[in-house]
């Protein structure tokens, strides 16, 4: 069996989706295609069902999905284990983390790091789900759950706050203004519930009933840009919506949800020099920028 053929399985597995997979290999779709369906051939089993909206696992393709990720996690720790014998402070660190904390709060800060290691690269990995650091998916995940599994190492990142928002000059915000509506009246802008990768992003368990959104996405991104727009109102992330000076908190006292971060990462992975910078870095960032994350509620 081709190690190769493995490696292009697992990324498969992970992305779900055959062109994410392709891209990330640095392959033609048709190539992993192809890798793929030689090595069903060769176990003579069908490893992913295939359909429209992407690559899902067989049994058959879990069971090999636990044991290739064993074989890379201990090829990776030998690696690890011989990266530990050498000095310089350089490598890779892949972070796994969510789509509005990657590019409204990390990206725009990290800058100081690349000052303080230039020989330390990183990547985001953001995704409609959480990161697995039990799948060697990444070597530090910031997820919203706290994991169960106790072989991970895993400490509180920092809490964040979430309120509701409308930009201020739309007809939306005006109308606010005026009529003061009930919470279940306004023009809701929210998640796709059945997409939801995490409870703690159903935001509507904490408010009132009956409310039914005008717009949904399961990117948080394009939550903010319809509620930038005028398209209604929303929960946002403080750290993203109070960056936008067109954005205003309404129903302050009414509305406040607040989450948690937490880091994890494998054992093996925290004793890298690089890791544990970028680890140390992130737990500094957090500290240093607690007034963005829950920052002050308006005077009026």
Same mark, same amino acid.
């Given at each position: 069996?081709?190690?190769?053929?493995?490696?292009?399985?697992?990324?498969?597995?992970?992305?779900?989706?055959?062109?994410?997979?392709?891209?990330?290999?640095?392959?033609?779709?048709?190539?992993?295609?192809?890798?793929?369906?030689?090595?069903?051939?060769?176990?003579?089993?069908?490893?992913?069902?295939?359909?429209?909206?992407?690559?899902?696992?067989?049994?058959?393709?879990?069971?090999?999905?636990?044991?290739?990720?064993?074989?890379?996690?201990?090829?990776?720790?030998?690696?690890?284990? !011989?990266?530990?014998?050498?000095?310089?402070?350089? &490598? =890779?660190?892949?972070?796994? /983390?969510?789509?509005? *904390? @990657?590019?409204?709060?990390?990206?725009?800060?990290?800058?100081?790091?690349?000052?303080?290691?230039?020989?330390?690269?990183?990547?985001?990995?953001?995704?409609?789900?959480?990161?697995?650091?039990?799948?060697?998916?990444?070597?530090?995940?910031?997820?919203?759950?706290?994991?169960?599994?106790?072989?991970?190492?895993?400490?509180?990142?920092?809490?964040?706050?979430?309120?509701?928002?409308?930009?201020?000059?739309?007809?939306?915000?005006?109308?606010?203004?005026?009529?003061?509506?009930?919470?279940?009246?306004?023009?809701?802008?929210?998640?796709?519930?059945?997409?939801?990768?995490?409870?703690?992003?159903?935001?509507?368990?904490?408010?009132?009933?009956?409310?039914?959104?005008?717009?949904?996405?399961?990117?948080? !991104?394009?939550?903010?840009?319809?509620?930038?727009? &005028? =398209?209604?109102?929303?929960? /946002?992330?403080?750290? *993203? @919506?109070?960056?936008?000076?067109?954005?205003?908190?309404?129903?302050?006292?009414?509305?406040?949800?607040?989450?948690?971060?937490?880091?994890?990462?494998?054992?093996?992975?925290?004793?890298?020099?690089?890791?544990?910078?970028?680890?140390?870095?992130?737990?500094?960032?957090?500290?240093?920028?607690?007034?963005?994350?829950?920052?002050?509620?308006?005077?009026?």
């Amino acid at each position: 069996m081709n190690w190769e053929d493995i490696k292009i399985f697992l990324e498969v597995a992970r992305a779900e989706k055959l062109s994410q997979a392709a891209m990330r290999l640095n392959k033609d779709a048709s190539t992993v295609s192809r890798r793929i369906h030689k090595l069903e051939e060769q176990l003579a089993t069908k490893l992913f069902e295939r359909s429209i909206d992407g690559h899902v696992l067989t049994l058959d393709g879990e069971q090999l999905l636990a044991s290739a990720s064993m074989m890379e996690q201990q090829a990776t720790n030998a690696f690890n284990h !011989i990266a530990l014998e050498k000095t310089d402070e350089s &490598g =890779l660190v892949r972070i796994g /983390l969510t789509e509005a *904390l @990657a590019s409204y709060f990390l990206t725009p800060n990290l800058s100081l790091f690349y000052q303080q290691h230039p020989n330390i690269d990183i990547d985001l990995l953001h995704s409609s789900r959480d990161v697995k650091i039990s799948r060697n998916e990444a070597d530090i995940a910031i997820s919203l759950e706290k994991p169960n599994n106790t072989s991970m190492i895993v400490t509180k990142l920092c809490d964040y706050q979430l309120n509701l928002y409308v930009n201020k000059y739309s007809e939306v915000g005006k109308t606010i203004d005026d009529n003061n509506l009930p919470i279940n009246q306004l023009p809701w802008v929210s998640y796709v519930d059945s997409l939801l990768f995490t409870e703690q992003l159903a935001y509507f368990n904490e408010l009132t009933e009956n409310i039914v959104p005008v717009f949904r996405s399961n990117s948080v !991104i394009s939550q903010y840009q319809a509620i930038k727009h &005028g =398209l209604g109102v929303g929960i /946002l992330p403080c750290f *993203l @919506a109070e960056q936008d000076p067109d954005l205003k908190q309404i129903y302050c006292r009414e509305i406040e949800i607040a989450r948690t971060f937490y880091l994890i990462t494998h054992p093996e992975c925290k004793r890298l020099a690089r890791v544990a910078f970028v680890w140390d870095f992130l737990k500094a960032l957090c500290l240093d920028k607690a007034n963005i994350l829950i920052p002050q509620k308006p005077t009026n």
